[in-house]
T-cell receptor, first 113, second 108 residues
Framework: DAGITQSPRYKITETGRQVTLMCHQTWSHSYMFWYRQDLGHGLRLIYYSAAADITDKGEVPDGYVVSRSKTENFPLTLESATRSQTSVYFCASSEGGARYEQYFGPGTRLTVT | QKEVEQNSGPLSVPEGAIASLNCTYSDRGSQSFFWYRQYSGKSPELIMF????GDKEDGRFTAQLNKASQYVSLLIRDSQPSDSATYLCAVNAGKSTFGDGTTLTVKP
């Protein structure tokens, strides 16, 4: 299906485990983003990518790793999950930079126990 | 001071009224401004974008931008219960910064 998808949609993991959240888009958008959203807060940017093999830190990058070997995929890895990383994670894509809207995936609800 | 601040909610209006949502930003280099709507448990979706000072209208929605005052607002006319959601203001100055959102409830 066309669009932007995320997997898994729900994930429960234990403290200290490595977790990878997947994001896939079919529009060939150059920009992709990872946000986290905590209860009562807006979206906080974790990492973004302007193109394949180009990534940059956002507001809250600590504890996360990203890669982008293909334009359509932008996985987010929590190297050693902590309870403070319990959140809803949204992936988004955009045709361009600042003047373009972002299209969001359905989100992944991650719980770290 | 947060980079993007939205008026604290929740905001409750009766059906048919005008809902006014406000957002201020700190970076004078900001280039573009977006309003997203997020229903509970769902992902954000774009409602409006505005780049230039003044008003931009789209159906029942009007976005207003005043760069001198670093202020952007969203007006929803003839509010409907289906407009009940959280509204996120996003400001782009190279990369996006989102406000914490304002939750709107439209009561029948």
């Amino acid at each position: 299906d066309a669009g932007i998808t995320q997997s898994p949609r729900y994930k429960i993991t234990e403290t200290g485990r490595q977790v990878t959240l997947m994001c896939h888009q079919t529009w060939s958008h150059s920009y992709m983003f990872w946000y986290r959203q905590d209860l009562g807060h807006g979206l906080r940017l974790i990492y973004y990518s302007a193109a394949a093999d180009i990534t940059d830190k956002g507001e809250v990058p600590d504890g996360y790793v990203v890669s982008r070997s293909k334009t359509e995929n932008f996985p987010l890895t929590l190297e050693s999950a902590t309870r403070s990383q319990t959140s809803v994670y949204f992936c988004a894509s955009s045709e361009g930079g600042a003047r373009y809207e972002q299209y969001f995936g359905p989100g992944t609800r991650l719980t770290v126990t | 001071q947060k980079e993007v601040e939205q008026n604290s909610g929740p905001l409750s209006v009766p059906e048919g009224a005008i809902a006014s949502l406000n957002c201020t930003y700190s970076d004078r280099g900001s280039q573009s401004f977006f309003w997203y709507r997020q229903y509970s448990g769902k992902s954000p979706e774009l409602i409006m974008f505005i780049y230039s000072n003044g008003d931009k209208e789209d159906g029942r929605f009007t976005a207003q931008l005043n760069k001198a005052s670093q202020y952007v607002s969203l007006l929803i006319r003839d509010s409907q219960p289906s407009d009940s959601a959280t509204y996120l203001c996003a400001v782009n100055a190279g990369k996006s910064t989102f406000g914490d959102g304002t939750t709107l409830t439209v009561k029948p």
